[in-house]
């Protein structure tokens, strides 16, 4: 039996892979370009949404253009700090217990906002909307569990001057440089600046991800920013398998380190490997699924995001979600975009179960994947501890359920 929507919202649920700057109110959008002399196509959200943050998309490029809009208005600590609290509260109201919210600072920064002020602004929205969840009578009088967050930094697989003031100084900096070696300074300095972050200052900065174009940006031109992430116990998730093959999934865990993998999509697309070495396309991707399998290298799943950004999977139950269930990989549903998809955790869930027929068994499974495979920004125990109560608390939702 599918689980009726009501049961979804009421379960406690993550998202591990949620972009801010994709996941704005959409009149929040529109109030602070009006506020800040950033012009839009339309000042409706209905105009928005028929002209730039669509139901579908012609393809990857149609849907990364809104980012131009967003990113305009989140160049400053008020508007970043607007933002993240509100997508944290957009969260709590659907029973997302745990997020882990990531951008690129170095699309806000400029001489005067530093990456240190530009994390600040984040955590300062993000860590307002716990601390009044945790003293609501949801928690202090019905036990619910508390909402807790961590901050994931984006490295960009390429970028151009024109994407901030700080990239544009970079460029200049490094005018000798061949583009590979620009690219992975700007991850190694994103790199520094987490771990001081996280260490001498005390945020919750949780992992390094590496987003971007994919096919011909591969992540072996970061590696020196995984290498100092890895050296200092910084977390890594890696987008791979969204727009290019297997193989980008296979660099991305024994290159990058990766202890998660964004998106994953094409890990069983065999038509898509490309290398004149490997001989047997179907025995690499079995090979590869086995490795992930093995070392429980969780898969961020973004299934309506999928659809839009690739349009020849077609229906939602030609998703490798499908394969990733029967084969007990270790994955977990996310959201990507909350704006330019139009979509909840709670609407993924609900999608991936009415096409997957989807159990409570494998529902939990694919929910508590979230809470067990999560970069908690605290200690092992604490994490432990966390959980378990996720568990108990989930445990009794369905059994309340059951019963009525």
Same mark, same amino acid.
């Given at each position: 039996?599918?689980?009726?929507?009501?049961?979804?919202?009421?379960?406690? &649920?993550?998202?591990?892979?949620?972009?801010?700057? #994709?996941?704005?109110?959409?009149?929040?959008?529109? $109030?602070l370009?009006?506020?800040?002399?950033?012009?839009?196509?339309?000042?409706?959200?209905?105009?928005?949404?028929?002209?730039?943050?669509k139901?579908?998309?012609?393809?990857?490029?149609?849907?990364?253009?809104?980012?131009?809009?967003?990113?305009?208005?989140? /160049?400053?600590?008020?508007?970043l700090?607007?933002?993240?609290?509100e997508?944290?509260?957009?969260?709590?109201?659907?029973?997302?217990?745990?997020?882990?919210?990531?951008?690129?600072?170095? %699309?806000?920064?400029?001489?005067?906002?530093?990456c240190?002020?530009?994390l600040?602004?984040?955590?300062?929205?993000?860590?307002?909307?716990?601390? =009044?969840?945790?003293?609501?009578?949801?928690?202090? &009088?019905?036990? $619910?569990?508390?909402?807790?967050?961590?901050?994931?930094?984006?490295?960009?697989?390429?970028?151009?001057?024109?994407?901030?003031?700080?990239?544009?100084?970079?460029? /200049?900096?490094?005018? =000798?440089?061949?583009?590979?070696?620009?690219?992975?300074?700007?991850?190694?300095?994103l790199?520094?600046?987490?771990?001081?972050?996280?260490?001498?200052?005390?945020?919750?900065?949780v #992992?390094?991800?590496?987003?971007?174009?994919?096919?011909?940006f591969?992540?072996?031109?970061?590696?020196?920013?995984?290498q100092?992430?890895?050296?200092h116990?910084? &977390?890594?998730?890696?987008?791979?398998?969204?727009?290019?093959?297997?193989e980008?999934?296979?660099?991305?865990?024994?290159?990058?380190?990766?202890?998660?993998?964004?998106h994953?999509?094409?890990?069983?697309?065999?038509? %898509? +490997?490309?290398?004149?070495?490997?001989?047997?396309? =179907?025995?690499?991707?079995?090979?590869?699924? /086995?490795?992930?399998?093995?070392?429980?290298?969780?898969?961020?799943?973004?299934?309506?995001?999928?659809?839009? *950004?690739?349009?020849?999977?077609?229906?939602?139950?030609?998703?490798?979600?499908?394969?990733?269930?029967?084969?007990?990989?270790?994955?977990?549903l996310?959201?990507?975009?909350?704006?330019?998809?139009?979509?909840?955790?709670?609407?993924?869930?609900?999608?991936?179960?009415t096409?997957?027929?989807?159990?409570? @068994?494998?529902?939990?499974?694919?929910? +508590?994947?979230?809470?067990?495979?999560?970069?908690?920004?605290?200690?092992?125990?604490? @994490?432990?501890?966390?959980?378990?109560?996720?568990?108990?608390?989930?445990? @009794?939702?369905?059994?309340?359920? *059951?019963?009525?």
């Open positions: 039996m599918i689980p009726s929507r009501n049961l979804l919202l009421s379960l406690p &649920k993550t998202d591990l892979h949620v972009h801010l700057d #994709g996941s704005l109110r959409l009149e929040t959008l529109i $109030e370009s009006r506020e800040q002399n950033c012009a839009l196509p339309s000042t409706t959200p209905e105009g928005l949404q028929e002209l730039v943050f139901a579908t998309y012609e393809n990857l490029g149609e849907y990364l253009q809104g980012f131009g809009y967003t990113c305009a208005v989140m /160049q400053d600590p008020e508007s700090a607007r933002i993240a609290y997508l944290a509260w957009d969260n709590i109201n659907e029973g997302v217990r745990y997020i882990e919210v990531r951008f690129a600072p170095q %699309l806000h920064m400029r001489p005067d906002f530093s240190q002020e530009v600040d602004s984040v955590n300062a929205g993000l860590e307002r909307a716990q601390k =009044e969840f945790s003293a609501s009578d949801a928690v202090r &009088k019905n036990g $619910e569990p508390e909402f807790r967050y961590g901050m994931i930094v984006c490295g960009l697989r390429k970028f151009a001057p024109n994407f901030s003031p700080w990239y544009a100084n970079l460029f /200049q900096a490094l005018s =000798e440089s061949p583009l590979k070696s620009v690219y992975g300074a700007a991850s190694l300095e790199a520094r600046s987490a771990v001081r972050a996280r260490d001498e200052r005390g945020l919750p900065v #992992g390094f991800d590496l987003a971007g174009e994919e096919k011909g591969p992540a072996e031109d970061h590696m020196a920013a995984f100092f992430a890895k050296e116990f910084l &977390k890594r998730t890696v987008h791979a398998g969204e727009a290019y093959g297997p980008s999934i296979f660099q991305a865990i024994t290159a990058a380190h990766a202890d998660r993998i964004g994953g999509y094409h890990l069983f697309s065999a038509d %898509l +490997i490309t290398s004149s070495k490997v001989y047997n396309k =179907e025995g690499y991707c079995k090979a590869l699924a /086995q490795y992930v399998a093995d070392r429980r290298i969780t898969i961020e799943v973004c299934i309506t995001s999928n659809l839009q *950004t690739n349009p020849e999977i077609g229906s939602v139950k030609n998703h490798a979600f499908k394969q990733m269930l029967d084969q007990k990989l270790s994955a977990t996310c959201t990507d975009n909350r704006l330019m998809s139009r979509t909840t955790v709670t609407d993924e869930l609900a999608l991936a179960a096409a997957f027929d989807m159990d409570l @068994k494998t529902i939990r499974n694919t929910i +508590i994947y979230g809470f067990k495979r999560s970069f908690f920004p605290g200690t092992y125990l604490e @994490k432990r501890t966390y959980v378990r109560g996720i568990i108990d608390y989930y445990d @009794k939702i369905i059994a309340e359920h *059951t019963n009525d």
